[in-house]
C-alpha cells in the first residue's frame, strides 16, 4: 500500500508540474516585475563588432550568441550535425540543451554526468556503478561511447564521459540522426560504440567568456570523497579575439558505497579565436581515473527447479560485492579542433578534428554477478582486461544560403573519414581455481589468499577505417521547412581474433517536416536511421570474439513544441525498431551473445522545462514505452517485452528560490516495474520512486562572491533493482549520498 501511495503522489507530482506548461494562460510578450529581474538582456560587441547578446538569469550570465530559458536550465538552441546551431523550435524531432547551471545544481559525485543526463525523461541510469557509464535512452542502452566532443564521434568509451567540469553545454537529439552526423567510431562496450537508435548526445566545452573567471571549488561527498576545481578564462588581444579556458580537477576518496573509492586527475585548456571571417576553437587535456570497487551488476539464474518467478528482493544497497583488489583505470588524453571560414555573406566552409589515446586495466568479477533464487551467487568468474584504444576522425565540409524564389534553402555537404584500433588482453578465470561464494545479502566471498595475475600487455584485437559522406538541405518557405539528408557510409572492419572482416556501404536518410503556425508553436515529423557496425563479442561469452552482423535502426516521430510565458514544453509519439541483440543464459550457467530478430519502442514523451511560476523552475517530464520483441526465431518469442524497460518513468527536478541568494532544489525520479527473461521465466524488476533534496546559498566573504551548497541523493535510503534496456543484467542502487561545495568567484 505505502508503495503504491508514494507512486501516485510522484506521478501526481509529475502531471501538475507538466500540465502548467500548456495551462499557462500568459502570452509570451507579458513578463511580471519579477521576471524582469531575472531576466534582462544587452547588446554588446564582439570582437567582430557584430552585435552579441547576453542574457542574465538568476545571477547566471549567459553569453555570446546562446539563448537560455527563464531559469537558466535550458538552452533554446542546439547543435545539429553539419547543420550547425538551430533553434529547438526548428529541429523535427524532440530535442534538449542542458546548460551548465543545471550540470552544477544535479551533479553526483558518483555518476555526475548520468545524474544530470536522468533530467531528460526518455534517459533513464542502467547502472548505478561508479565503475560504468552506462544509462538508457528510449528503452536502448548508451554509454560513454555514444557521445559527441564538440561534434566529435566515439572520443570516449563505455567507463569514461567528459567531466562536467568542463562542459558549456549538453545537446541531446531523440533520433537516429546519424543522416546528419558524421561516421562513427567503435569502442568497446554497449553496443560496439555504434551510433544507437534512441538518438545523440553532443557535448560542447566551455570557453573563455567576455567576462575574467577566476573560480575555486572545493567538494565533499559520500563517505570521504574531497575534490577540487579550478577554473580561469581570460581573453585577450585588441579586441579580446583571443580566449583561454583552463579547468582542472583533483578528486579523491570514498564514495557512499562502503569499500568504494574514486580517484580522478585531469587538465583541460580550450583555446578560441574569432576574428571578423573565421572561428577556431582547440580543447585538449589529460585525464587519469581510477575507481577501486563498486561492483553493481547483477544477472538472475534461478535454478532449473526454481518454483517462482519473483525476483529476490534487492538488498541493503550498503553492501560491498568487491574483493580487496578490485579496480578500474584508464589515462589518456584527448583533443578536439574545430575551424569555420566565411568565404562571404552567405558560404563558409568548416573543418572538425579530433583524437583520442587511452589505456587502462579492469580486475573485477565479470561484467554481473549471478545468483539464483535464494541470493546465493553461482558460476561466476574472475575477469581480468588490459586494453589499449586509440580513435582519430576529420571531417571538412562547406555550408551556405541559396534562394530560388519564394524558397530558401540552407545547405550543407561535408567529408569524413575515422581510424580506430583496440588492443586487450582478457581472461576470465576462478580464484585459485575455487569457485566464488557468498549471498546477496551476506556479501561476496572470495578464496583466501586470492593474488591478482600478471599476464602482459594487451595484443591487437581490431582496426578499423570509415568514410562518409554527407549532403543535407533544410528549405524555408513561410511558416513551413523541410530537413532533407542522407549520409552514404562506407566502413572497413578488420579482426586480428579470427572473428569475420568485413566491408559495409549504406544510405542513410534524414527527414522532417516543421510548421509553426505561429513563432511560439511548432508541429513536426520526422524520419532518422542509423547504422552500427558489426559487434565484436566480449570474453565474458561462450562465443568471444565472432562478429555480429551490422544492424541498421530507423525511428518516425511526430510532436508538437510550444514555448509560453518561459516554459517549453513538447509532446511527441516515436517508432522506433532495433535489432534484438542480447546475453542468453546457458543451462551450466554461462552467457552467449545472440541476434533474435527485432524490438519495436513505440512511446509517448512529454518534456517540460523553464519558469513554471514566479520563483519556480522546472525540467523533466514523462515517457511511455510499449516495447515489444518481433520476428524471432520461429516466432516463440513474438510479442514477448523486451527486456529490462520499464513501460513508465518519469522525472521532475524544481528550484525554488525565494530570493536572488536562495536555491531550494528538489527531484522526483519514478520508474515503473519492468520485465525480463531468465530460464524461460518472466521475471519482475518491483517499481521504485527516489527523491532528492538541496539547497544553495549565494552570499559574499571579504568581497568575494561565494555560493555554498548542499546536496542528498536518495533522500530515503531507498534499496531498489533497476534493468536495463535490451538487457538480461540489472543494476542496484546506490545508497543515499551527501555532497556539500563551496565555490568561490576570486
Request: net charge negative.
Amino acid at each position: 500500500m505505502l508503495k503504491s501511495k508514494k507512486k501516485a503522489l510522484a506521478l501526481a507530482v509529475l502531471c501538475a508540474v507538466s500540465s502548467m506548461g500548456f495551462m499557462s494562460y500568459a502570452s509570451a510578450e507579458e513578463v511580471t516585475d519579477a521576471d524582469s529581474k531575472a531576466q534582462s538582456v544587452s547588446t554588446q560587441a564582439d570582437g567582430s563588432g557584430e552585435a552579441v547578446q547576453t542574457h542574465q538569469l538568476a545571477g547566471i550570465t549567459v553569453e555570446g550568441d546562446k539563448d537560455v530559458l527563464p531559469g537558466g536550465m535550458v538552452n533554446t538552441k542546439a547543435k545539429l550535425g553539419i547543420l550547425g546551431d538551430k533553434s529547438i523550435m526548428d529541429i523535427p524531432y524532440s530535442e534538449m540543451s542542458m546548460t551548465a547551471k543545471q550540470l552544477e545544481t544535479f551533479d553526483d559525485p558518483s555518476q555526475p554526468l548520468q545524474n544530470v543526463l536522468l533530467n531528460n525523461p526518455s534517459i533513464r541510469l542502467a547502472s548505478s556503478s561508479p565503475m560504468y557509464t552506462d544509462f538508457s535512452m528510449r528503452g536502448v542502452n548508451m554509454n560513454g561511447n555514444h557521445m559527441m566532443l564538440n561534434g566529435i564521434p566515439s572520443l570516449f568509451y563505455q567507463f569514461t564521459t567528459p567531466p562536467t567540469h568542463v562542459i558549456d553545454r549538453i545537446d541531446i537529439t531523440s533520433g537516429p540522426n546519424a543522416g546528419v552526423n558524421g561516421v562513427s567510431m567503435s569502442n568497446n562496450g554497449t553496443d560496439s560504440g555504434a551510433t544507437p537508435a534512441p538518438g545523440t548526445i553532443n557535448i560542447i566545452t566551455k570557453r573563455a567568456t567576455d567576462e575574467p573567471i577566476t573560480r575555486y571549488t572545493q567538494t565533499f561527498s559520500g563517505r570521504g570523497s574531497k575534490g577540487e576545481f579550478i577554473d580561469i578564462g581570460r581573453r585577450f588581444g585588441n579586441n579580446g579575439e583571443w580566449g583561454l579556458r583552463v579547468n582542472a580537477e583533483y578528486m579523491d576518496g570514498s564514495l557512499s558505497l562502503p569499500g568504494a573509492e574514486k580517484e580522478e586527475k585531469n587538465i583541460f585548456i580550450n583555446l578560441d579565436h574569432r576574428g571578423e571571417k573565421s572561428t577556431t576553437d582547440l580543447f585538449a587535456g589529460h585525464f587519469d581515473l581510477r575507481v577501486n570497487g563498486g561492483q553493481r551488476w547483477f544477472n538472475y539464474t534461478p535454478s532449473s527447479n526454481a518454483k517462482t518467478n519473483s525476483l529476490p528482493s534487492a538488498p541493503d544497497s550498503k553492501n560491498n560485492y568487491d574483493f580487496d583488489g578490485t579496480t578500474k583505470y584508464v589515462h589518456g588524453y584527448l583533443m578536439t579542433l574545430n575551424h569555420e571560414q566565411k568565404m562571404d555573406d552567405d558560404w563558409a566552409w568548416f573543418a572538425n578534428f579530433g583524437h583520442s589515446r587511452r589505456s587502462g586495466n579492469k580486475d573485477n568479477q565479470g561484467s554481473a554477478i549471478k545468483f539464483d533464487e535464494n541470493g546465493n551467487f553461482v558460476g561466476n568468474t574472475f575477469n581480468q582486461q588490459n586494453e589499449e584504444g586509440k580513435n582519430t576522425y576529420a571531417q571538412i565540409g562547406i555550408k551556405g544560403k541559396v534562394e530560388t524564389g519564394a524558397v530558401i534553402h540552407n545547405l550543407s555537404f561535408a567529408v569524413d573519414r575515422s581510424w580506430a584500433k583496440y588492443w586487450n588482453k582478457n581472461q576470465n578465470y576462478k580464484p585459485n581455481g575455487e569457485e566464488i561464494l557468498g549471498n546477496l545479502y551476506d556479501g561476496i566471498i572470495f578464496p583466501d589468499n586470492y593474488q591478482l595475475q600478471n599476464f602482459g600487455d594487451g595484443t591487437p584485437q581490431w582496426e578499423e577505417t570509415n568514410v562518409g559522406v554527407t549532403v543535407a538541405d533544410t528549405l524555408e518557405y513561410g511558416k513551413a521547412s523541410l530537413l532533407l539528408a542522407a549520409s552514404r557510409k562506407h566502413e572497413h572492419f578488420e579482426s586480428f581474433t579470427g572473428g569475420k572482416n568485413f566491408t559495409n556501404d549504406n544510405v542513410l536518410p534524414t527527414y522532417g517536416l516543421t510548421y509553426k503556425p505561429v513563432d511560439n508553436l511548432a508541429l513536426y515529423a520526422g524520419h532518422t536511421e542509423s547504422f552500427s557496425r558489426g559487434y565484436v563479442v566480449s570474453g565474458s561469452y561462450t562465443n568471444s570474439g565472432v562478429t555480429m552482423e551490422p544492424v541498421k535502426s530507423k525511428q518516425n516521430e511526430i510532436g508538437v513544441k510550444y514555448e509560453n510565458a518561459g516554459v517549453l514544453t513538447t509532446f511527441s509519439y516515436f517508432d522506433i525498431d532495433q535489432a534484438n541483440r542480447f546475453a542468453e543464459n546457458n543451462p551450466d550457467g554461462s552467457q552467449t551473445y545472440v541476434d533474435d530478430g527485432k524490438n519495436s519502442y513505440k512511446g509517448l514523451e512529454l518534456t517540460v522545462n523553464g519558469k513554471i511560476a514566479d520563483k519556480w523552475t522546472a525540467t523533466g517530464g514523462l515517457m511511455y514505452i510499449d516495447a515489444e520483441r518481433e520476428k524471432t526465431a520461429n516466432g516463440t518469442k513474438d510479442g514477448y517485452y523486451v527486456n529490462g524497460v520499464a513501460k513508465w518513468s518519469g522525472v521532475m527536478g524544481l528550484v525554488y528560490e525565494p530570493d536572488e541568494n536562495w536555491d531550494i532544489i528538489g527531484r522526483a525520479v519514478w520508474s515503473d516495474k519492468a520485465y525480463f527473461e531468465a530460464s524461460n521465466q518472466k521475471i519482475e524488476i518491483p517499481s521504485y520512486v527516489t527523491f532528492d533534496l538541496g539547497v544553495s546559498y549565494k552570499t559574499k566573504i571579504n568581497s568575494v562572491p561565494v555560493k555554498l551548497s548542499a546536496m542528498c541523493y536518495n533522500v530515503a535510503d531507498k534499496d531498489y533493482w533497476y534493468g536495463r534496456g535490451g538487457s538480461t543484467t540489472f543494476g542496484l542502487s546506490m545508497p543515499r549520498t551527501f555532497m556539500l561545495s563551496a565555490q568561490f568567484d576570486i
